[in-house]
């Protein structure tokens, strides 16, 4: 039983349309976060939700949209994709926010892999 | 702010040979640390980590890491390694009381380790 599950695993997709990827978690946890892999393994916050609300919003362009219906889920949606959004997109969540920053342990989806052609 | 240098981008090793990721940091208050291990085409998922106490810290599969604060590092050690090792390991940090990075994990840019026969 996956704890951290994200779907689809690859997306392939033209420049200019819209693609979400969904997030969830079946560890009770608090805290949910997107991360970005880029070409080079290079990993990056983009956004954090605690308990549904947003903690982190990092530098990204408002294209990118998370949403959290509840605190097991947290989805991304990508409006207008362009050629540099082309990454490995993670999920991870943490039991709750303070404990990321005494405990630092996050767990991490499979990853989603986006292609923009 | 924080930053983590990983110094080796690929460390080619030959199996039951000993390996050593070097990791260093920077960052004007205490911090935690952390080593992440990504097995092809998983998520990351945590090898150890250093909190406080002992500056020797062992954790799964084996591996140990020695935090040395005067000289700001944080490198991760196996003395005998197996294929199943092969992957991308990441060093990460977690400043303590930064407001702009508190609650975040600040990742290096991996090393590629390479196990062969």
């Known amino acids: 039983d996956t704890a951290v599950s994200q779907t689809p695993k690859y997306l392939v997709t033209q420049m200019g349309n819209d693609k979400s990827i969904k997030c969830e978690q079946n560890l009770g946890h608090d805290t949910m976060y997107w991360y970005k892999q880029d070409s080079k393994k290079f990993l990056k916050i983009m956004f954090s939700?605690?308990?549904?609300?947003?903690?982190i919003n990092e530098t990204v362009p408002n294209r990118f949209s998370p949403k959290s219906p509840d605190k097991a889920h947290l989805n991304l949606h990508i409006n207008s994709l362009e050629l540099g959004d082309s990454a490995v997109y993670f999920c991870a969540s943490s039991q709750e926010w303070a404990d990321l920053a005494n405990t630092g342990e996050l767990f991490f989806g499979e990853g989603s892999r986006l292609t923009v052609l | 702010a924080q930053s983590v240098t990983q110094l080796d981008s690929q460390v080619p090793v030959f199996e039951e040979a000993p390996v050593e990721l070097r990791c260093n940091y920077s960052?004007?208050?205490?911090?935690?640390l952390f080593w992440y291990v990504q097995y092809p085409n998983q998520g990351l998922q945590l090898l150890l980590k250093y909190l406080s106490g002992s500056t020797l810290v062992k954790g799964i599969n084996g591996f140990e890491a020695e935090f040395n604060k005067s000289q700001t590092s944080f490198h991760l050690r196996k003395p005998s390694v197996h294929i199943s090792d092969t992957a991308e390991y990441f060093c990460a940090v977690s400043d303590l009381l930064g407001a702009d990075s508190w609650g975040k994990l600040q990742f290096g840019a991996g090393t590629q380790v390479v196990v062969t026969p």
């Open positions: 960052s004007s208050v205490s911090v935690y």
């Open positions: 939700y605690n308990n549904k609300e947003l903690i």
